[in-house]
């Protein structure tokens, strides 16, 4: 029977994915971006009942 011995650039790579998924959680803990998508930072206009579509104002 075989015996499997990691070699040394295997302990490296497996340290980097482990700083990969730290930083990974860490950024997933905060809450997400505010991208003003679906955001209402003001009421519209009100429209007169006597406008026609095609009036400007």
Not at 17 to 33: D, T
Not at 38 to 55: C, K, L, S, V, Y
């Amino acid at each position: 029977m075989q015996v499997y011995r990691p070699l040394p650039v295997d302990h490296e790579q497996a340290e980097h994915m482990r700083r990969i998924v730290r930083e990974c959680r860490e950024l997933l803990k905060q809450p997400p971006p505010d991208t003003f998508l679906g955001r209402r930072t003001h009421e519209p206009f009100q429209r007169e009942a006597d406008a026609t579509p095609n009036e400007q104002r």
